[in-house]
């Protein structure tokens, strides 16, 4: 039940990805190397950054048990590949998984479960591909080093290892992964879903946190009236 949740962010999403022309990459392996989660690459090693200063830099990772919405692993990406790039641009990187709804449970576990795929970001290093997360203003940046994009890397190879990084987490059936650049892409609406997201797992927490049921004296409300799933997540919560 409880995983329902986001579905209608999802499929937002989805649509917004779909309408703005996501190509397919191929799966599989990519033979790529990772490297140590010290591993940096510094200002002077680095080819460009994709998200840097001002430009859009949206990370996101959205759950759901719901097979229609995520069918099977894919990878995407809306606009050029790390080769074609010459200079700092805007980027998104959008993971939408499926689990199985059984191994998450409900309540606590839901959440932490949550927490959980969300820091996958973390747990996955390929070579040549730095991932930043500003906590501040809740930005995923990423540095591309030179030497790594001279030897070959491209999103085939970096989604291929995010993708297996989730599925490290054995509640994961399937993730759909697509990575934006592309200029004229509608960041400011998808950075609007990803909020939208945010808020529902924050309303879970304190779903879990707090035991006042008043609905009326609630400041969470709105986004309860909004998403399906969430009084009852609350209510079947108290016994
Ligand atoms: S179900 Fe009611 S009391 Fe619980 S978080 Fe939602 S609005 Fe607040």
Redo the contacts with the bound molecule.
């Keep these: 039940m409880g995983m329902k949740l986001y579905d209608e962010t999802i499929r937002a999403c989805r649509k917004l990805l779909e309408e703005a022309g996501a190509r397919a990459l191929p799966l599989g392996d990519g033979g790529w190397p990772d490297v140590s989660d010290r591993s940096m690459i510094l200002r002077s090693d680095m080819a460009y950054e994709l998200g840097s200063g001002q430009l859009p830099a949206v990370g996101a990772t959205i759950v759901t048990a719901n097979e229609a919405l995520v069918p099977a692993d894919a990878l995407s990406l809306i606009g050029s590949d790390l080769p074609e790039i010459r200079q700092d641009s805007p980027y998104a990187r959008v993971a939408l998984v499926r689990v199985r709804e059984d191994t998450l449970g409900e309540g606590e576990k839901l959440y932490r479960a949550i927490r959980e795929l969300e820091y996958t970001r973390y747990h996955f290093y390929p070579e040549g591909f730095m991932m930043r997360v500003s906590a501040a203003n809740q930005k995923e940046s990423v540095r591309i080093g030179r030497e790594a994009l001279s030897r070959g890397l491209d999103f085939t190879k970096t989604g291929n290892r995010m993708i297996s990084a989730f599925h490290k987490n054995p509640a994961v059936k399937a993730v759909s992964l697509t990575y934006v650049t592309e200029q004229e892409f509608d960041y400011r609406a998808l950075l609007g879903y990803v909020k939208e997201a945010e808020e529902i797992t924050k309303?879970i927490d304190?779903?879990l946190k707090?035991v006042?049921?008043?609905?009326t004296a609630?400041?969470?409300?709105k986004?309860?009236d909004e998403v399906e799933g969430?009084?009852e997540l609350?209510?079947s919560n108290k016994e």
């Design positions: 309303t304190h779903i707090n006042m049921m008043d609905c609630c400041s969470l409300q986004v309860c969430l009084r609350h209510f």
